[in-house]
Every structure is written in structure tokens, then in C-alpha cells.
């Protein structure tokens, strides 16, 4: 069974850093994009970040530099280095996966982990 499980969140003060990581476990499948996005209480899920298989990179409008995703496609894991944080980041941040599971291709989602900011 497939499971995608971060670690990382916490509680840090505005202006500091947390890294965020996120590792597929499992067997029998290929990823292909992945993805953080976050939810606060109250609004939509958004996207923060997202990398494709190649190493391509998006991010939210909000981020504006402060944020680096990057992945390890040997060891299946994706990572979200946040620098220069704010109170409005204060999410719980979700790793995404597009897998593929032959024949098809399936999103899974980790079970999430809770960003504070605050001093």
C-alpha cells in the first residue's frame, strides 16, 4: 500500500525558516509531478509548490521567492524549504503525488503537518 508521509511542520516565528519533507512509501508504482499545497482554517486548499518528475517547478503567487521545493526521485521524496515566513503562512501544508500504478495514475495525499507562525 502506497503512503505518502511529511514531517517537518511546527511552530516558528515570522521572518524564520522551516523545511518541510515528505517520503513515498510502497511499492509498485513510478512517481511522476509532485506537489505542496496548504490549507488554513477557513479557506480552500492551495497550491504552494509543485515540481514535475524533470525537475520543473511552480509555485503560488504568494510565495514570491521565499519558498524552494525540490524532490529525490531515487529515494521518492519531495522537500519545501520556507524561508522568510508569515503569519498567513499558518496552514496545515499537504504533500501530493501523482503516482503511477499500472495501468493508471492516481493522486495521493499525505495526512498533512501543521505550520505555525507566531511569535
Known amino acids: 500500500q502506497v503512503q505518502l508521509v511529511e514531517s517537518g511542520g511546527g511552530l516558528v516565528q515570522p521572518g524564520g525558516s522551516l523545511r518541510l519533507s515528505c517520503a513515498a512509501s510502497?511499492?509498485?508504482?513510478?512517481?511522476?509531478?509532485m506537489a505542496w499545497y496548504r490549507q488554513a482554517p477557513g479557506k480552500q486548499r492551495e497550491l504552494v509548490a509543485h515540481?514535475?518528475?524533470?525537475?520543473?517547478?511552480t509555485y503560488g503567487n504568494f510565495v514570491k521567492g521565499r519558498f524552494t521545493i525540490s524532490r529525490d526521485n531515487a529515494k521518492n521524496t519531495v522537500s519545501l524549504q520556507m524561508n522568510s515566513l508569515k503569519s498567513e503562512d499558518t496552514a496545515v501544508y499537504y504533500c501530493?503525488?501523482?503516482?503511477?500504478?499500472?495501468?493508471?495514475?492516481?493522486?495521493?495525499w499525505g495526512q498533512g503537518t501543521q505550520v505555525t507562525v507566531s511569535s
Open positions: 501530493n503525488a501523482n503516482l503511477y500504478i499500472d495501468p493508471d495514475y492516481s493522486q495521493y
Open positions: 510502497g511499492s509498485g508504482f513510478t512517481i511522476d509531478a
Open positions: 515540481i514535475t518528475r524533470r525537475g520543473g517547478t
